[in-house]
T-cell receptor, first 114, second 112 residues
Framework: KQEVTQIPAALSVPEGENLVLNCSFTDSAIYNLQWFRQDPGKGLTSLLLIQSSQREQTSGRLNASLDKSSGRSTLYIAASQPGDSATYLCAVPDRGSTLGRLYFGRGTQLTVWP | DVKVTQSSRYLVKRTGEKVFLECVQDMDHENMFWYRQDPGLGLRLIYFSYDVKMKEKGDIPEGYSVSREKKERFSLILESASTNQTSMYLC???????????FGSGTRLTVV
């Protein structure tokens, strides 16, 4: 069974800082990895999807990297803003199955203060 | 963009009631999922479906059932609601293959 760990569990930073959120997973036989954002009381919003053949994926101020062999992914947030405050979750699919379920980390709760 | 719509944002139900949570997606996705999310426990998979009338149990199916009569709709049923089913329920869908997941906005269910 896949296990996903996210570090740190919580992060509080002043506006403008560049941030790195970490995600590790135990089974490297994944075909992609997805990063989500969750605002309090809301659903999950997909931020980035990285296929196993890619090493990086970028969207605006967000950049996600994937190193399958070491079982790690990082989400880099440039020039953080108060609006970035949310919980960030990474998720990987079931080993070898394109039908299947996602395994989630517990998330990193980010607070960006003005 | 794919849209996953959950019919209710907030629900309050009484213990013992039969509860239906509805989820509809508009992009012809084969796979649909129901998760619940609780503080300290993260997201846990209840059931998923990979085709019409097909279903698979997830990690915590007890006390729940599902229905998928049409491709776009996946319903979660609480046969007899209990207070320990108070939670945030999240529906997701995905096209088969190496595609990402799209989640709905969630239903906060309170059972009193």
């Amino acid at each position: 069974k896949q296990e996903v760990t996210q570090i740190p569990a919580a992060l509080s930073v002043p506006e403008g800082e560049n941030l790195v959120l970490n995600c590790s997973f135990t089974d490297s036989a994944i075909y992609n990895l997805q990063w989500f954002r969750q605002d309090p009381g809301k659903g999950l919003t997909s931020l980035l999807l990285i296929q196993s053949s890619q090493r990086e994926q970028t969207s605006g101020r967000l950049n996600a990297s994937l190193d399958k062999s070491s079982g790690r992914s990082t989400l880099y947030i440039a020039a953080s803003q108060p609006g970035d405050s949310a919980t960030y979750l990474c998720a990987v699919p079931d080993r070898g199955s394109t039908l299947g379920r996602l395994y989630f980390g517990r998330g990193t709760q980010l607070t960006v203060w003005p | 963009d794919v849209k996953v719509t959950q019919s209710s944002r907030y629900l309050v139900k009484r213990t013992g009631e039969k509860v239906f949570l509805e989820c509809v997606q508009d992009m012809d996705h084969e796979n649909m999922f129901w998760y619940r999310q609780d503080p300290g426990l993260g997201l846990r998979l209840i059931y998923f479906s990979y085709d019409v009338k097909m279903k698979e149990k997830g990690d915590i199916p007890e006390g729940y059932s599902v229905s998928r009569e049409k491709k776009e709709r996946f319903s979660l049923i609480l046969e007899s609601a209990s207070t320990n089913q108070t939670s945030m329920y999240l529906c997701a869908s995905r096209k088969s293959g190496v595609y990402g997941y799209t989640f709905g906005s969630g239903t906060r269910l309170t059972v009193v």
